[in-house]
């Protein structure tokens, strides 16, 4: 391993010590992923103004004992690597993955959420850290995930969504533009005009956007927009 | 591949919008035309692939098809089946579960029941929140005489039997109080004998804000270790107390305490009134200005009802109940004794 990828991992990624590229530097420490790496503009995406995510699975134990198997956790992290993919279309990085998880026996009922029960879990939980909190739940009952729009930067915040709460859903693909949305509403930005921007478009203004997987494009205006949120950082 | 091309002509457009695999959908709130409906209903049906050339999204289509009631009866039948198919995908099962509970009871009552039996976990958690939402009477008696797991499961026990029992005559649930764990420790006050309250007056570390406490009508409690006696205003302490309250503003008593094994007695509260269009207003406030309790006084059959919530700066929640008499008062405090939220927030563990 190179000296530089070593100082690059402490400094940007706290991360020292023997560890993989896959999982020390990308932060996906789930086994093989199903999508072409490349280290380097990766790193550059990273070291410049970025957002670290704080993944937490609901109702897992390790082991993949719980509601989540190894293949939805690849799942997840193939869709960390589509998310970063269209954020890297405006020059924002998504620099450290926080993996936590809610044991089952303390999960209760949060496996299935619909939008109110989705608030109450990221009132009851957020990762201890400086991540944007996002829940992966089994099933959410009413919507393909929810969250705020312009999320407040204090987690301990009551009454209001402290995250975006994800369902698993049925492709990498989808999972990652899912993903880039619901973080894409955390970070200010509202349904758009048009199918193919990443944040839909929303006809009949119920809160709720509709997608497809051409819903990729981000403009300058929504980058400058996200890159003013508190939960952006400074380059390293 | 020519087969898989006709299988997906076969889905109209509106089916292919809300259910099919290649689109995306956040809204799962879409009703299915009956035909649609019964499409997807043979769809689920059948054992189909979970690859990349998958039709349909199964959990989409779940959801679809429970919001689609003409079809209840295959609904039910697809959903039970789900349920008890231990290979079956958990996040499915789990959406059955909930999608159960959005059918009629006829239909869904009788494999969520089956399903307990074996349930564990968050499935179990899901069979019991669906048996409260379309549960009858015999999953009233199943669940009354359930063991729950742990303090999370007795109370969703405590709501399903509430449920049930509160839609199904001739049912009665458990005591409310019990069941949910409705605890409050209560401190009824008393009236002093003039002698005590001298004794109370003599003690008094500081003014009262000016206010002459009354030497006849004084009250007092004992809350923790905490000695209470409540002080009424001197100007107040006529025939008709009530009548003279809603006159003007007052600080109409004050409370004052006796911690520990101190022997004088310091202000705690002020008890400040105010008429206003609908009543009284009364609130509790410290000496350095915090609103420690506040609420309305309301004329009632004698005399004037008041009840009082903490603000939030008490730690545990407490509320103050009572009456202003013609020529006294009765004041109850009550402090919470059920389940507290974590002073500190549960953490997820790191992977
Ligand atoms: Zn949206």
Redo the contacts between chains.
Sequence with gaps: MSVSLRSLAASCLDVTGDFSVRAGIYGY?HGAINRELRLLSHISNIRGQAINLSV??V?HE?GYG??FTQANCQRIQAGIDRMREIYAQVGLGVRRI???????????????VDGSEATDLTN?????NDGIDVFWV????????WSNSDGPCNK?QDKVRTGAVL?????DD?TG??LA?EVGHYLRLRHFTTITNLM?VDSNN?G??????T?TDLTSDQGDRMKDSCFVRNPC | MVQRETAKSALSADLKRVVG?????????AVLKKADAARLAALLGQKQS?G?D?LI???RAL?ALARSAPLQRDTADILGRLLVDETAD??ER??A???LGALSTDMAERPLIAALRQAR??FR??VL?SLAQVGSASAFRLLRDLEPE?A?EAR?LALATAAIAAREPGLVSPDYGKAFGLEWAEAKAEPLDRKSLAAVHAGLSGPLFSMAPSAKLGLGYTCGKTRFTLLLNDSLDQNDIPKAVMAREWIAASMVTQAGNAAHWTLRWLVLTQPVADGLRMVLLRPNGDAMFEGMAQPGKDGMNFHLRDTGLERIPTQIDGRILRNGLSWTHKVWRGPLRAKK???????
């Design positions: 420490p937490i699975l109702a390790p719980g509601q926080y993996w936590s998880y809610i044991p089952v026996a303390q999960a209760g009922g949060y496996s299935t009851d939980w957020s990762g201890d089994s099933n959410v009952t009413d919507a393909g995930g301990d369902e698993i859903s049925n492709s989808f533009i899912l949305h839909g119920d709720i956007g509709e997608l497809n997987s819903s | 695999a290649d689109h995306i959908v956040l809204r799962k709130t979970k990349p998958a999204d199964r959990k959801a958990p996040s789990l959406a579960a909930s999608y976990g968050p958690s899901r929140k742990n999370a969703q927030r549960p953490l997820p563990l790191a992977i």
